[in-house]
């Protein structure tokens, strides 16, 4: 019988993500810096809004002053994603409270999901409370790498000459690749191949007629829905209750 899976199991999950998230967050609070943020805007931005790329575009949407209502429908675009990511892992943990729900929607991310995934591409058990300690241990590195890294932003005044802005990308990247290759060693190869064909015909079909923003939204949230349908794990065997 498999020892029940703790927080702290959680937290030990996520530092090869807190470890990229230290790289991300002094990109981004370098990048602010130059753009002449303060250590306590920087606080708040990666507090409340808690969003890497969104707030990488806040930064640069801000330099040109963009209006706030594009902003604010740029991000809401941008992370709508995130919606689906929730919903996906509430099913995944249908047993927790509504407090506990509610915590874990709000702190998931990308890479938090991409831990989940890969945890139940393997079959390993998991809890809602592993969920939270991957989310609190990658939340609060990212806000202390922010901060931190923010007040000594000003040592490199020029980040796009060393391509640090790029940071963000690189990281997607690494994560994608880790991604396929648990896909391809834990689940069908055909399964894959959908996936990745369904997302890269519907992005350029839809970014005929849309902005490719639009086009990588609606392509990310169709891909997610055929990957969960075809994949469909199997949560009696993979899901423990806290």
Known sequence: MKNKVTFWDGVRSAIPVSLSYI????????????????????FCLS???YAGASQFIIVAMMAVNTPIS????????????MFLQSLVTSQVFPNQSLISGLLMGSLITDESFGVLTL????????????????????Y??????????????????NPEKYGIDYALV??????????IDSMVTH???SVVFTVMIASILIYVFVGIWASSYLAVLIATVIGALV????????????????
Do not use: C
């Open 227 to 242: 990957g969960a349908l075809l994949t469909s794990p199997k949560q009696d065997q993979t899901v423990e209750v806290a």
């Open 47 to 49: 507090v409340f809004l």
């Open 187 to 189: 689940e069908k190869l």
């Open 119 to 138: 945890e139940q591409a393997k079959r390993s058990p998991i809890t809602p409370m592993w969920m939270h300690g991957v989310n609190v241990m990658s």
């Open 23 to 42: 790289s991300i967050g002094a990109a981004f609070g370098i990048v602010a810096s130059a753009q002449g943020y303060s250590i306590w805007q920087v």
């Open 170 to 179: 690189a990281m997607f990247i690494g994560l994608l690749a880790l991604t």
């Open 70 to 81: 594009i902003m604010v429908l740029t991000v809401f675009l941008v992370n709508f994603r």
């Open 140 to 157: 609060l590195t990212w806000v202390l790498s922010t901060v931190i890294v923010t007040a000594l932003g000003s040592l490199i005044p």
